[in-house]
DNA sequence: GTCCTTATTGCAAAAAATTGCAATAAGGAT
DNA sequence: ATCCTTATTGCAATTTTTTGCAATAAGGAC
């Protein structure tokens, strides 16, 4: 089975097609090993797929971050960037320099119950990006 | 002294310069009661400045975040929006009507301050956004 | 395998956001 | 008030993202 087969079999599971363009974009997500714009994601998938277009690869990841097998990441200028819905996971990343550090999402639980338990709000796996100054930043 | 006079003086003290399409950006962002789309905002400070255009107001508002007296939102779909730089807050947003519900810095400075002993990262005063369902859509 | 339905795509066009550069005007110096 | 420097703007062009719609092809029924 292809890498991707994890996913593709969500798709038909819950009734969406299971098109090489999706194929195609998952794979990709799959083997990243960071956020990816659909710039990116659009010049890496044009190559197996020649007449794929840009509206199609905007569409599927919108679409693949909606049913939840995508998330978007939030980074600065709000510029769009997807990653595969892995592990939960948030972002600090410096204003500086732009690095990034990854925070597990059990920093980040307590807060998410709180907020659940005070507004009734039933929170969703959410991608969050703190911004901040990094160590080596502060310095210079 | 106008209302967006605090903010320009801040420009003014740290170098920048004072223009009337500073002035009316600011004015609006000041008197919005909500996070305000670029577009919105051109088309308001339009009427009071007719040679005013589209890549200035994005640039200001770019410039204004950068130097901290406005800040960006993130909404879903990463449309950009702004609003002020005032008090520190950050949003519950409902994935389905797309309601608002604010959350004072407070409840999130518990989790900042972790965060910054355990990376040493110094954090700026973010704007999170934390999607789920409102009570309301649960229900339905 | 063939047919059918319709979700998904590609294409063309529109809208939104960005960029380069010359013209303008803010603010300091005289 | 006038001049000077250069930050900021407007304009034109480009790039990015979105949208409408007709053509295509995925998946189910036979
Ligand atoms: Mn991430
Ligand atoms: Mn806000
Ligand atoms: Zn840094
Ligand atoms: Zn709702």
């Keep these: ?57 905007y569409r599927t990841l919108e679409f693949l971050a909606e049913i939840g097998l995508a998330q978007e990441a939030y980074s600065e200028k709000s510029k769009s960037a997807y990653e595969i819905s892995g592990y939960a996971h948030h ?14 999402h059990v920093k980040v639980e307590g807060l998410c119950q709180n907020l659940e338990d005070e507004t009734g709000f039933k929170l969703m796996q959410n991608h969050l990006s703190f911004f901040g100054i990094c160590p080596d930043c502060q310095e210079n």
């Design 91 to 104: 972002h600090l990343i410096c204003r500086k320099c732009a690095k990034e550090v990854e925070i597990p």
């Design 1 to 57: 089975m292809t890498c991707e087969g994890n996913f593709t079999k969500k798709l038909s599971e819950r009734g969406y097609r299971v098109t090489p363009q999706r194929r195609e974009i998952l794979h990709i997500l799959l083997h990243a090993d960071a956020h990816l714009t659909p710039a990116e994601i659009f010049e890496e998938a044009h190559k197996k797929l020649p007449n794929l277009t840009e509206p199609t690869v």
